[in-house]
């Protein structure tokens, strides 16, 4: 950012006044090099040129200057060498930013026993020991070995050079350090930086600082800092000096903090305490610093829109509290944020990355701001054309938020400075006269989904040197002007997707200065697609109507091609076998086109691959063995095509980072392998709608990612880097399936589906109960196969399974009644099998359509009309008096008679033999 640059320049220009003032003035770097006569010191050479032959690289021959030969026999000329002119002693080494790289620092420098100044900075000496004779090197007042990757214990003999004026030991692989007890000796010392340096058990750094009272500029930037002890925090000999202060990144919390910071309130100019744990309000101790002009408190967790302490910071001029919780209106927070002071000392203010709500005020009052950045918050209504006024703004940034209305020439006006400019995802429209000359050239440009069409925005062909043009879903339907092409030779960054761009490439030739992002995709562009765009680094065509083959990428500039997605086009023919020189791809995506043909084996020499699709096109044969040499592969969909053959067992031998493998809808035959089960990161296994028999393996507990519950990320992101011209990019993966009877892309939660599907072959065997281990299942579909056996009654363990389909097999016996337990159970489909009983009854279960059911014909229960009988759940006593009840009409009348018989002649002969046989 621009208020980030400013700084560093203020801090750079303070540190060459602190060089000045640690060479004594002895040093005129101009005149070394004329009047300097032969004056080296030998035993001085000899040590520089032990340090010479230290050096492992020095492509840039840096160093050429140095050597034994008779020109160049005086040291003191040598370049990054400083002599004093009174001894000719050397008291000055600086080889920094060299690109030089070393395996150790020779003792024999020790020998420079006058140097006053060194600077290593970026040298790289792979990890090794800190030298322990600096500590010896008693003259040093200047010490600079940032970034030097030096390794191994932290070197605390520096507390030995009591001279020491500036210290830079930032961004090393020191061990953990102790404490900072070396520190307080360096009574001289005006510079420090640790950044990056590891002080979680320095408890005593507050204390160490306070001890050294010439301290202006502190940084312990990422040093995962212990929060000051209190005790500490009242010592008595406070340092006054301290101007700049960074400690961002260190998890430092509000309270302990600025009760540390609140002793320096008189002297701070700068204070960073970005990317910490700072909760609550912003604290009122910040008013109290009267000569702040720098804050920084971004990526931090404070909240509240009334900051009040600010009113007091008259010198202010950068304020940076973007990505915290701020909320309110923002006319009332700029209100209290600068009511009077302020308003002409304000260069940069950057609000983004918050709550706050309301329209844009009027910041007219801010004379001076040159940054305004106010995006992703929740600004509603329209951008007042009094914006156009403030004519010293050079970046404006109101990107992502609920802005509307319409902007015109006026919101312009007088921004002749402005060369950053986000607009975009708002639901703004630009009514710009087709022949207005903007005041300004602007150097990057976002307006994605501000409505500009149908035609091309004229105004554009008067910017001339944008390096990054973002008008994707502007309503664009027109062709490409003729003039459109020759802006963008300098364009780092360019996308017009999701408009309705018209026409060819045809006859247009164009050389790109560097290796652009070309974005494109959705539009109707068609023709074949030229060679010139091969030289970008991140290419994007999908979704229009180029036709023709893909020969383009056999064109030498695509050497530098990291990313491609060709995917819905028109494109036909075979895969070339100049994919060999592509070295730096990354991503190739050409599905649903008309590529025929086998698979080359070219294919195996792309090693850097991470993601390959090639999906609904006409390839047929086997997948070439030579993919196994591709072993960055996580995504392989080469699904609906013609391909062949066997499974390859190499799949799960030799690419064993795949987190996606989709082989559906081909002809795919003979059984799984048990080598898949070593894809321990699996996490979309889908093989559905092939002629593959044999039984499930039983290995599948291995499948370590499907094992898990959860996934950290909500997306499959792939960073990439070419070397070749050090740019480095990323992208996020997507993948198109069928899901719940639909085919459904997913992309920004793809992270989260974790589906294993074998449907539409030929399985048989049962459903091994280790896929209950499988507890991160989302998804399981092991329908239309041929399936035998009961449902293992631990189906209740896949407690994330939001679809099961296990239809059209011929699985028998009961539902188990775990099943009921799965509340997320979205979908479910179990119908015709051999299922039978009644079925369980839990929510899920009962709300399914009965489609899901049918087709099992012992199946009972609802959501099925058919009544379950009670002997289902009823005991054998019981069953005869179901049946008896059952047919009461027949037996009730035949008992009937016989009990009135036998009952009558009963009663006859107990009545008549009575009377007979008893005299009485």
């Known amino acids: 950012m621009q208020g980030h640059g400013r700084c560093l320049k203020l801090f750079l220009a303070f540190a060459l006044l602190l060089l000045q003032y640690a060479q004594g003035g002895e040093v005129d770097h101009s005149q070394r090099n004329t009047n300097a006569t032969r004056r080296c010191i030998e035993k001085e050479r000899q040590a520089l040129l032990a340090f010479k032959r230290g050096l492992l690289v020095d492509e840039d021959h840096y160093l050429s200057s140095w050597g034994s030969e008779a020109q160049k026999q005086d040291c003191c000329r040598w370049i990054g060498v400083s002599c004093s002119n009174q001894t000719g002693h050397v008291i000055g080494l600086d080889l920094s930013y060299s690109l030089l790289e070393g395996k150790m620092i020779s003792p024999k420098l020790f020998e420079l026993q006058h140097l006053q100044h060194l600077d290593l900075t970026e040298i790289d000496f792979n990890g090794s020991q800190f030298p322990n004779f600096f500590g010896s090197l008693t003259n040093l007042r200047y010490l600079a070995l940032s970034s030097t990757n030096f390794g ?40 420090l930086d640790l950044s990056s340096v590891n002080l979680s058990n320095a408890f005593d750094w507050p204390e160490a600082v306070n001890k050294l009272p010439e301290l202006t500029n502190l940084t312990l930037r990422y040093c995962d800092l212990p929060p000051p002890i209190l005790s500490t925090l009242y010592y008595i000999n406070f340092s006054q000096s301290l101007v700049s202060v960074e400690l961002s990144g260190n998890d430092l919390s509000t309270s302990s903090i600025f009760l540390w910071l609140s002793n320096y309130n008189a002297s701070l100019v700068y204070l960073g305490l970005a990317d910490n744990l700072l909760t609550g309000s912003i604290p009122d101790v910040l008013g109290n610093m009267s000569s702040l002009a720098h804050l920084d408190l971004q990526n931090n967790q404070l909240e509240g829109g009334d900051p009040h302490s600010f009113a007091r910071l008259c010198s202010l001029q950068t304020l940076f509290l973007l990505n915290n919780d701020l909320s309110g209106q923002l006319s009332k927070f700029v209100q209290i944020l600068f009511p009077t002071c302020a308003q002409n000392s304000l260069e940069q203010l950057y609000l983004s990355g918050n709550n706050l709500a309301g329209s844009v005020p009027d910041l007219t009052n801010l004379s001076s701001l040159e940054d305004l950045e106010l995006g992703f918050n929740q600004l509603s209504g329209g951008i007042s054309e009094s914006i156009g006024l403030m004519s010293k703004l050079q970046y404006i940034d109101f990107g992502m938020n609920s802005l509307e209305g319409v902007i015109s020439e006026t919101h312009f006006s ?85 408009n309705q761009i018209r026409g060819t490439f045809a006859n247009l030739t164009l050389e790109f200065s560097d290796f652009p992002t070309l974005l494109l995709s959705s539009n109707k562009l068609g023709g074949p697609i030229p060679s010139f765009l091969s030289k970008a680094l991140h290419l994007d065509l999908s979704y229009n109507k180029h036709s023709g083959s893909i020969s383009f990428l056999c064109s030498s500039a695509a050497i530098n091609l990291g990313f491609l997605d060709l995917s819905s086009n028109n494109v036909s023919g075979h895969v070339p076998d100049c994919l060999t020189h592509l070295e730096n791809l990354v991503m190739l995506d050409l599905s649903n086109n008309a590529l025929s043909g086998k698979i080359p084996t ?52 030799s690419l064993k980072k795949l987190v996606i493998l989709m082989l559906s809808s081909n002809h795919f035959n003979g059984s799984l392998p048990s080598q898949l089960c070593h894809l321990t990161h699996i996490q979309i296994l889908d093989f559905s709608m092939n002629i593959i028999s044999g039984s499930i393996p039983k290995c599948l507990t291995n499948l370590t990612t499907l094992a898990q519950k959860g996934n950290p990320s909500l997306n499959i992101s792939h960073d990439y880097e070419n070397s070749n011209i050090n740019y480095a990019d990323f992208y996020y993966d997507d993948a198109t399936f069928m899901w719940k009877g639909e085919m459904q892309t997913y992309k920004s939660t793809l992270g989260l589906v974790k589906r ?67 509340d997320r159970l979205g979908f479910l489909d179990l119908s015709y099998n051999n299922l039978s009983g009644k079925i369980p009854v839990g929510t899920q279960l009962q709300s399914f359509d009965p489609s899901f059911y049918v087709g099992n014909l012992q199946l009972c229960g609802p959501p099925l009309k ?50 007979i046989f008893s005299r009485s």
């Not at 001279?163 to 090393?172: A, E, G, K, P, R």
């Open 152 to 191: 191994g214990k932290f070197p605390s003999q520096v507390g030995n050079l009591t001279t020491l004026v500036y210290l830079d030991l930032s961004d090393n692989s020191f061990t953990n350090v102790e404490n900072l007890n070396w520190l307080p000796p360096l009574l001289s010392l005006r510079y």
């Open 414 to 498: 007088k921004l002749s400075k402005l060369q950053y400019l986000d607009l975009s995802s708002n639901s703004l429209v630009l009514d710009i006269h087709a022949d207005w000359i903007p005041p300004f050239q602007l150097g990057e440009i976002y307006l994605r989904s501000c409505k500009m069409g149908p035609d091309f925005p004229k105004w554009l062909q008067t910017q001339k040197e944008f390096s990054s043009l973002d008008i994707s879903d502007a309503g664009i339907s027109d062709i490409f002007p003729s003039w459109f092409w020759s802006l963008c030779r300098n364009v780092t960054i360019m996308n017009l997707t999701s």
């Open 602 to 653: 070219a294919i195996g020499s792309v090693f850097r691959i991470e993601t390959l699709k090639l999906r609904s096109n006409r390839f047929v044969g086997q997948l070439p063995s030579s993919l196994k040499n591709c072993t960055s592969l996580v995504v392989i969909d080469v699904g609906d095509n013609k391909l062949s053959g066997p499974i390859p067992e190499w799949l799960g031998v």
């Open 756 to 822: 294993i599907d074998l449907s539409s072959n030929k399985l048989i065997g049962e459903i091994p109960s280790e896929i209950t281990h499988l507890v991160g299942l989302v998804s399981l579909n092991l329908s239309r196969n041929q399936l035998i056996g009961q449902i293992t009654p631990e189906i209740g363990n896949l407690q994330l399974l939001d679809s099961l389909n296990l239809s059209r097999n011929h699985i028998d016996g009961r539902i188990p009644t775990s099943l009921a337990r799965i």
């Open 866 to 915: 058919k009544m379950c009988a009670d002997e289902v759940e009823k005991g054998p006593s019981e069953q005869t008096d179901f049946i008896y009840q059952e047919d009461k009409d027949e037996l009730i009348t035949l008992g009937f008679y016989i009990s009135t018989g036998i009952g009558f002649a009963v009663g006859f002969w107990g009545v008549c033999g009575t009377l």
